[in-house]
């Protein structure tokens, strides 16, 4: 069945490091990919996603780029901060009969400290 | 505009009892979902509502598990009995429509179980 694989965390960074969140997934079709942040004490909400092959979800200086010849979507950002702390997970919905049913990679903890 | 709305935020129950979680969806928003989070991993769908009809309940524990979307609005997520192995935490979250690439789905803050 449909999956999504996330790197193992914690990952923790200085502030205005680098970041990469790996994330590749198995699907049949042609599925949508997301990713969601969930902060501390709150719920989860939608950072970025990407509808097509080659398509680069953006926001808040976070960019992901759909790859199917390598099935990744890689998390991406140039300079994090200590606000950018928070789980992130990479999630995927299924193409053909798609009900908008999201599968959830199981998370990755980012900490960037000062 | 108000966002999803869960309640308890915490409950704590002795295993064999029953517990119920509400969840009342975004204004106008057709689909509405309930997800199970466990300690350590990503949220798996128990199921999913297209107005008051079922669209998916096959992760549903269903000897246990009940839900229901009267009237097509909100919705109660019912365990009874509740085991150990169902300390999580339960999300709800809604839709505009069922499926389509453009589906995103919003949120509530989840409400925690802890069975001892």
């Known amino acids: 069945g449909d999956s999504v694989t996330q790197m193992e965390g914690p990952v923790t960074l200085s502030e205005e490091a680098c970041l990469t969140i790996?994330?590749?997934?198995?699907?049949?079709?042609?599925?949508?990919l997301f990713w969601y942040v969930q902060y501390p004490g709150e719920g989860l909400q939608l950072l970025l996603k990407a509808t097509k092959a080659d398509d680069k979800g953006s926001n808040k200086g976070f960019e992901a780029t759909y790859r199917k010849e390598t099935t990744s979507f890689h998390l991406e950002k140039g300079s994090v901060q200590v606000s950018d702390s928070a789980v992130y997970f990479c999630?995927?919905?299924?193409?053909?009969?798609?009900?908008?049913?999201?599968?959830f990679g199981q998370g990755t903890t980012l900490q960037v400290k000062p | 505009e108000a966002g999803v709305a869960q309640s308890p935020r915490y409950k704590i129950i002795e295993k064999r009892q029953s517990v119920a979680f509400w969840c009342n969806p975004i204004s106008g928003h057709a689909t509405l979902y309930w997800y199970q989070q466990i300690l350590g991993q990503g949220p798996k769908l128990l199921i999913q509502f297209q107005n008051n009809g079922v669209v998916d309940d096959s992760q549903l524990p269903k000897d246990r598990f009940s839900a229901e979307r009267l009237k097509g609005v909100d919705s109660t997520l019912k365990i009874q009995p509740a085991k150990l192995e169902d300390s999580a935490v339960y999300l709800c979250?809604?839709?505009?429509?069922?499926?389509?690439?453009?589906?995103?789905?919003?949120f509530g803050p989840g409400t925690r179980l802890t069975v001892l």
């Open positions: 979250a809604s839709s505009l429509f069922r499926g389509g690439l453009s589906n995103e789905q919003f």
């Open positions: 999630a995927l919905t299924a193409g053909s009969g798609n009900t908008g049913k999201l599968i």
């Open positions: 790996n994330c590749t997934y198995t699907a049949t079709g042609y599925p949508s």
